[in-house]
Nanobody
């Protein structure tokens, strides 16, 4: 299983970024997928999770600003981030749990994921 994120960078507060995650090595369409973020010295935070049918779940901190989506035909996961704030600055990683894409197993912010990408840095300047 391989996960590779892209799309991070530095933007001004109020700006937008779109993160992508390319997955390989497993059956992507049936998987539970998620985006997480981590700031050194703090616990890793679940940002958004999406089940195999495309139903999302968001952390309260990003609701209304971030949108998670998936392209099962091309094994891609996306995170559209709008109205970015300095507190969104973090390393963003995608995560996969193959075979657990059914909504009841997937859409829980505290769930454990099996595989992780290396991450892409997002920095928001005030």
């Amino acid at each position: 299983v391989q996960l590779a994120e892209s799309g991070g960078g530095s933007v001004q507060s109020g700006g937008s970024l779109r993160l992508s995650c390319t997955a390989s090595g497993y059956s992507y369409s049936g998987s539970c997928m998620g985006w997480f973020r981590h700031v050194p010295g703090k616990e890793r935070e679940a940002v958004a999770i999406i089940d195999s049918a495309g139903n999302p779940l968001y952390a309260d901190s990003v609701k209304g600003r971030f949108t998670i989506s998936r392209d099962n035909a091309n094994n891609r996961l996306y995170l559209q981030m709008n109205s970015l704030k300095p507190e969104d600055t973090a390393m963003y990683s995608c995560a996969a749990d193959p075979g657990f894409g059914v909504s009841g197993h997937c859409r829980r912010l505290g769930r454990v994921f099996q595989y992780w990408g290396p991450g892409t840095q997002v920095t928001i300047a005030s």
